[in-house]
Every structure is written in structure tokens, then in C-alpha cells.
């Protein structure tokens, strides 16, 4: 078992950063693959960005990618999302997860453990 919690979110303006963390504790984190997601108010989790467990290979939906950027720091057991560029249309639940061995890493249903969730608000 893994337990997530994700922290770092609020409200911005469009054009801000903001840096998300997820905090990982309980089975070794660096064992996992892992992901950010999405969901913004009356649609579906979409995925954001996934790195790799040594943090070598990196993923990211095309809507994000050059703005947001996914680290790890395994020492830590933490899990990052560097979002620069914010818009208005980047407001939603930001949701960290591990992903199982083997699978892509752009659908849900092939990550096991996730967290709470925390909100992002880029106000235009």
C-alpha cells in the first residue's frame, strides 16, 4: 500500500506558477511510476504528465506540455509538478497516483494508488 497526499495548490492569477508536491509514504515509493491527473468541474480525470521510477523518462498531455514540468526526488519519497504559464482552463483537482508495472501511462484505470487530491483556480 501506498499512501499519497498532494499540497501546493490555490487560487492564481492566468500566467502564474504554482508547484504541486505529493508526499508518499508506506511501500517504497520509488519503486512506482507516477502521474499527475486531472478533473476539472463536470469532466473527466484526464492525464497531465507521468515520469518514470528513476525519473529518466517523462510524459506529458500535449495541452501542458512546455508549461508544466514532472520531478521526482525518491530520497523524499516526493513526487512534483512545476506549472508555469497557468490558464484559466488548467482549473481542476490535481491528483498525484503510482502506476502498476507495464501498461501506458495515460489511462487511469493502469494507476493503483491515489491521492486525495488538492485544487487549482487560475482566475482570468
Known amino acids: 500500500q501506498v499512501q499519497l497526499v498532494e499540497s501546493g495548490g490555490g487560487l492564481v492569477q492566468a500566467g502564474d506558477s504554482l508547484r504541486l508536491s505529493c508526499a508518499a509514504s508506506?511501500?517504497?515509493?520509488?519503486?512506482?511510476?507516477m502521474g499527475w491527473f486531472r478533473q476539472a468541474l463536470g469532466k473527466e480525470r484526464e492525464f497531465v504528465a507521468a515520469?518514470?521510477?528513476?525519473?529518466?523518462?517523462?510524459y506529458y498531455a500535449d495541452s501542458v506540455k512546455g508549461r508544466f514540468t514532472i520531478s521526482r526526488d525518491n530520497a523524499k519519497n516526493t513526487l512534483y509538478l512545476q506549472m508555469n504559464s497557468l490558464k484559466a482552463e488548467d482549473t481542476a483537482i490535481y491528483y498525484c497516483?503510482?502506476?502498476?508495472?507495464?501498461?501506458?501511462?495515460?489511462?487511469?484505470?493502469?494507476?493503483?494508488?491515489w491521492g486525495q487530491g488538492t485544487q487549482v483556480t487560475v482566475s482570468s
Open positions: 497516483a503510482a502506476k502498476r508495472d507495464g501498461g501506458s501511462y495515460y489511462y487511469t484505470t493502469n494507476y493503483i494508488y
Open positions: 508506506g511501500r517504497a515509493f520509488s519503486n512506482y511510476p
Open positions: 515520469i518514470s521510477w528513476s525519473g529518466g523518462n517523462t
